[in-house]
């Protein structure tokens, strides 16, 4: 069995396609794993949640940030934003399936000592914590209540960890951690306001994959989240969201060979080309 991981899709369904003619994957003997994002943005996000889904146990899909943000809106629709191109999804329909099933997606897979997560990891956080907070916030969007929870949970603060958080302030910094984080302090203060290359950013701020003493630095972790940023392969951590949305290339990442392999399918191309 071949395992491909692969970045931020926004609902590029047609380079995905291309991409999987690419790998020549085989869904009857392969896996993919989904970075998050699966939707918005692109134009054929109901398309690509569809095909997910129907791969059942052939896909394995963490949550993003806008993934979070297709459930948030088909509950409460104030909260669509102008640049949103989820309407296809809240009103197919199947949209009432297709959302059950995002919101039981995890947040963080770990299996064959590989990570997945969509944007990045506290770097207090061990391993172990890594896997349990991930629990405690998966349970949460899988409870019948969980409407209550996405309606609390748009905000920058918490910004810290503390072991002393809970209620509703733990789950929006676990959300938060595992769904928009780019860049934090060496004390581990999350940020939210810069998401360019790295070196634009301002002096006390770090990459959190480059936080001194992360406690998950002997774990490799594959994430998406952050276009800007591009491929990156350095001191176990992989970046794969290539930026298809923003005109460059959708990307798959080999697992299972000793040595990581990236294949890239350029935006805008038919799958038929291969």
Request: hydrophobic letters at 40%; proline letters at 4%; aromatic letters at 10%.
């Amino acid at each position: 069995m071949s395992i491909y991981a692969i970045g931020d899709v926004q609902g590029c369904f047609d380079e995905l396609q291309a991409l999987l003619d690419l790998i020549d994957f085989n869904p009857n003997n392969d896996q993919l794993w989904f970075a998050g994002d699966l939707v918005n943005r692109g134009e054929k996000s109901l398309d690509t949640l569809r095909f997910i889904k129907a791969l059942g146990a052939s896909a394995v899909t963490v949550l993003g940030n806008h993934d979070i943000h297709l459930l948030l809106s088909a509950n409460f629709p104030e909260r669509v934003k102008k640049k949103d191109t989820l309407h296809g999804i809240i009103t197919s329909p199947d949209c009432e399936d297709l959302l059950d099933w995002l919101r039981r997606q995890p947040l963080f897979h770990y299996e064959h000592d590989i990570g997945l997560l969509h944007a990045g990891v506290p770097p207090q956080w061990t391993l172990a914590q890594t896997q349990a907070m991930a629990r405690l916030a998966e349970q949460a969007l899988r409870a019948d209540n969980y409407r209550d929870t996405l309606a609390q949970l748009y905000s920058n603060q918490p910004d810290m960890w503390s072991e002393a958080l809970s209620g509703i302030a733990q789950l929006r910094f676990i959300f938060n951690a595992f769904t928009r984080i780019r860049y934090c302090t060496k004390e581990g203060q999350l940020d939210f306001h810069h998401s360019g290359e790295l070196g634009s950013q301002p002096a006390h701020l770090m990459p959190w994959f480059e936080v001194p003493h992360r406690k998950t630095a002997a774990t490799k972790l594959i994430f998406g989240h952050w276009a800007a940023l591009g491929y990156y392969a350095k001191n176990n951590c992989y970046c794969i969201d290539t930026g298809c949305i923003w005109g460059r290339e959708l990307s798959a990442l080999r697992l299972d060979s000793q040595q990581m392999k990236k294949f890239s399918v350029p935006r805008n191309i038919a799958h038929s080309t291969f």
